[in-house]
């Protein structure tokens, strides 16, 4: 009896001190943007804006140049597709669910420039010239990948599973067809299992796109990745390369925790995301009781797949899809 009561005093106990944690980050969060507080923030916001405008002018420019921190290899990054477009002049292939890395001819990074640890005898297989592409373990595997890969020291057992898929091979003044067959030759250079070439097909028509992609998500596949094949290398977003997927995902960043209810008492129920064009709304579902007890930290950024927007733009049918590593 006793036993049971000191249990239930334990959950009580633990439940508490989680609506306590997340009402001070709730209130933590909610400070941060009231109106009138701050004013040392806000003096500081006020100095930068005319850099903050900027940048928006900057990003809305055709090229929009994403240069990444540390001096890293500039990305072509997809936009969605858009069904009037013609398929026939793309050239297609599985959209995989991996880590993008870039290599440079000395060094493996992230998008965003910040290097990645990779066992030296991974790096020695790699060419002189400029690689872009996935670091991959295999469909339904990104969670194991991503613990391997982000490690300051990384293990060789868990990096012997990785594969590099390359896809293209940035150069300026190429075309992605002239690209990618130099991607081939410089894969076939290396000879190691390890650096793969992404195969890219074709269609003939919008409905065997249709058909191409039902087909990569039966067996277990993210979507599909299009490449203009006459289009030249440009950083950035660009209109050439298009993602295709069944459904819409996003990036959020986590303003606050919400204490759970019912079931879910004592451990995280929601979290009070922000979109990139600064709609607020809660993500209550897709998350695993892994998730509930250690929830994403305020201030980081989750992925999360929705299915259209409601007329004030918030994302409808919202569920959690992954945590967004530091990259």
Same mark, same amino acid.
């Not at 701050?38 to 002018?57: I, L, M, N, T, Y």
């Not at 060419?127 to 996935?134: I, M, N």
């Not at 390359?166 to 150069?171: G, L």
């Not at 709609?279 to 009781?289: A, D, I, M, P």
């Given at each position: 009896?006793?036993?049971? +009561?000191?249990?239930?005093?334990?959950?009580?106990?633990?439940?508490?001190?989680?609506?306590? #944690?997340?009402?001070? &980050?709730?209130?933590?969060?909610?400070?941060?943007?009231?109106? !009138?507080?701050?004013?040392?923030?806000?003096?500081?916001? =006020?100095?930068?804006?005319? #850099?903050?405008?900027?940048?928006?002018?900057?990003? +809305?420019?055709?090229?929009?140049?994403?240069?990444?921190?540390?001096?890293?290899?500039?990305?072509?990054?997809?936009?969605?597709?858009?069904?009037?477009?013609?398929?026939?002049?793309?050239?297609?292939?599985?959209?995989?669910?991996?880590?993008?890395?870039?290599?440079?001819?000395?060094?493996?990074?992230?998008?965003?420039?910040?290097?990645?640890?990779?066992?030296?005898?991974?790096?020695?297989? &790699?060419?002189?010239? =400029? &690689?872009?592409?996935?670091?991959? $373990?295999?469909?339904?595997?990104?969670?194991?990948?991503?613990? =391997?890969?982000?490690?300051?020291?990384?293990?060789?057992?868990?990096?012997?599973?990785?594969?590099? $898929?390359?896809?293209?091979?940035?150069?300026?003044?190429?075309?992605?067809?002239?690209?990618?067959?130099? =991607?081939?030759?410089?894969?076939?250079?290396?000879?190691?299992?390890?650096?793969?070439?992404?195969?890219?097909?074709?269609?003939?028509?919008?409905?065997?796109?249709?058909?191409?992609?039902?087909?990569?998500?039966?067996?277990?596949?993210?979507? &599909?990745?299009?490449?203009?094949?006459?289009?030249?290398?440009?950083?950035?977003?660009? +209109?050439?390369?298009?993602?295709?997927?069944?459904?819409?995902?996003?990036?959020?960043?986590?303003?606050?925790?919400?204490? !759970? #209810?019912?079931?879910?008492?004592?451990? $995280?129920?929601?979290?009070?995301?922000?979109?990139?064009?600064? #709609?607020?709304?809660?993500? !209550?579902?897709?998350?695993?009781?892994?998730?509930?007890?250690?929830?994403?930290?305020? !201030?980081?950024?989750?992925?999360?797949?929705?299915?259209?927007?409601?007329?004030?733009?918030?994302?409808?049918?919202?569920?959690?899809?992954?945590?967004?590593?530091?990259?």
């Amino acid at each position: 009896m006793r036993i049971q +009561n000191r249990t239930a005093v334990h959950a009580r106990s633990h439940a508490q001190i989680f609506r306590i #944690k997340a009402i001070t &980050l709730a209130i933590a969060s909610t400070l941060a943007w009231w109106p !009138g507080l701050g004013r040392a923030a806000k003096h500081v916001s =006020a100095q930068s804006a005319p #850099k903050a405008q900027k940048s928006v002018r900057e990003a +809305n420019q055709a090229s929009q140049e994403a240069r990444p921190a540390q001096g890293g290899a500039l990305a072509e990054w997809a936009t969605s597709w858009d069904k009037q477009l013609d398929a026939r002049i793309y050239a297609l292939s599985e959209k995989l669910d991996g880590i993008r890395a870039l290599w440079d001819g000395k060094k493996l990074r992230y998008r965003s420039g910040r290097e990645i640890a990779a066992p030296a005898w991974f790096l020695a297989a &790699l060419p002189s010239e =400029a &690689l872009d592409g996935e670091l991959w $373990m295999g469909r339904g595997s990104f969670d194991h990948l991503s613990a =391997a890969v982000r490690k300051a020291q990384p293990v060789d057992e868990e990096w012997r599973a990785v594969r590099y $898929m390359v896809f293209d091979a940035p150069a300026t003044g190429l075309t992605f067809r002239q690209r990618y067959q130099r =991607a081939q030759e410089l894969v076939a250079a290396a000879q190691t299992h390890w650096l793969v070439l992404v195969t890219q097909g074709s269609v003939g028509a919008a409905q065997e796109l249709t058909e191409r992609l039902q087909s990569v998500v039966d067996q277990g596949g993210e979507g &599909l990745v299009l490449h203009h094949w006459d289009a030249l290398w440009q950083p950035g977003r660009s +209109n050439a390369v298009r993602k295709l997927k069944p459904y819409a995902d996003e990036e959020g960043r986590v303003l606050a925790l919400i204490a !759970g #209810k019912g079931q879910f008492e004592g451990q $995280m129920g929601g979290l009070l995301l922000e979109t990139p064009d600064k #709609k607020r709304f809660t993500l !209550g579902t897709g998350f695993s009781q892994a998730d509930r007890r250690t929830p994403p930290a305020v !201030g980081s950024w989750v992925t999360y797949r929705y299915r259209g927007r409601t007329p004030q733009g918030i994302p409808r049918f919202a569920s959690f899809l992954r945590l967004r590593g530091e990259e």
